[in-house]
């Protein structure tokens, strides 16, 4: 019985999300043609946020977020997060306080409408191109220059492991040194128990926690410090994850 409820919700949640996110691409359609890019952002941000205001709770899966507190006012950060399911889309754009920009791949954009709007915050990489990769850090650093956030998945793909965490890569840790911003680790709790790990078409309902740990400094730190600025992160974000576990 559960099986069929399950499958049935994940019908309910993917007609929602395909009716809802019609007037808000045309909305962000509207600013990315007419605002300035600085207006543009704001008002993509305002609209991802207004969109998962209303669409978490209508499928039962309502967000709270702990540690908002930690961002300064006029400071911008590269943000790390966990990365377990499809579901953590959603929510970690939105949730982060401000206009941010996130690295995303390019077959994202090939989605229609869901693309769009996607792509209209992210910064696209191919993945499997260097030269690709290499402009990526680039448009990161811009977007950090311009006072947006950095909304990035340090594991580069979903934890299909049993680790809290799967091992970091180095972009995001990099991009921070180079810009000398500070990093805010961000924990994402409860959404790998709203989408089944293998079976398809399959979902459950599930509380979601959105926490944000305080800053972590770069400044005087170099590119060689990369990777034990990496684990420093990477501890603080395991240990917090363990401690807080029975969110999930």
């Not at 401000?98 to 995303?104: E, I, K």
């Not at 992210?122 to 977007?143: C, F, N, P, W």
């Not at 599930?206 to 770069?218: D, G």
Request: net charge positive; hydrophobic share 40%.
């Amino acid at each position: 019985m559960k099986d069929i409820l399950a499958r049935i919700y994940f019908i309910y949640g993917m007609l929602l999300f395909a009716i809802t996110m019609i007037p808000v691409a045309f909305i962000i359609f509207l600013f990315r043609t007419f605002a300035s890019q600085r207006t543009a952002s704001k008002a993509i941000q305002t609209s991802f946020q207004i969109w998962m205001g209303f669409y978490m709770p209508a499928i039962f899966c309502p967000v709270k977020h702990v540690g908002r507190e930690n961002f300064r006012k006029g400071q911008n950060y590269v943000v790390t997060l966990n990365h377990n399911t499809l579901a953590d889309v959603p929510v970690s754009s939105p949730g982060i306080p401000g206009p941010n920009r996130t690295l995303a791949k390019v077959e994202m954009s090939k989605i229609p409408v869901f693309g769009y709007i996607y792509t209209s915050g992210s910064i696209l990489v191919t993945r499997q191109d260097a030269q690709s990769r290499a402009e990526s850090y680039g448009k990161m650093q811009h977007a950090l220059e311009q006072g947006l956030h950095l909304c990035l998945f340090p594991e580069g793909t979903r934890n299909k492991t049993n680790e809290p965490l799967a091992r970091f890569y180095d972009g995001a840790f990099k991009v921070a040194i180079m810009a000398q911003k500070p990093i805010i680790p961000g924990l994402i709790f409860g959404t790998k128990s709203i989408l089944h790990p293998t079976k398809k078409m399959w979902a459950w309902p599930h509380r979601i926690e959105f926490h944000f740990l305080p800053e972590i400094s770069t400044q005087g730190l170099q590119v060689e410090d990369t990777d034990q600025l990496k684990q420093q992160v990477y501890q603080v974000m395991k240990n917090h994850y363990v401690a807080n576990k029975h969110l999930i």
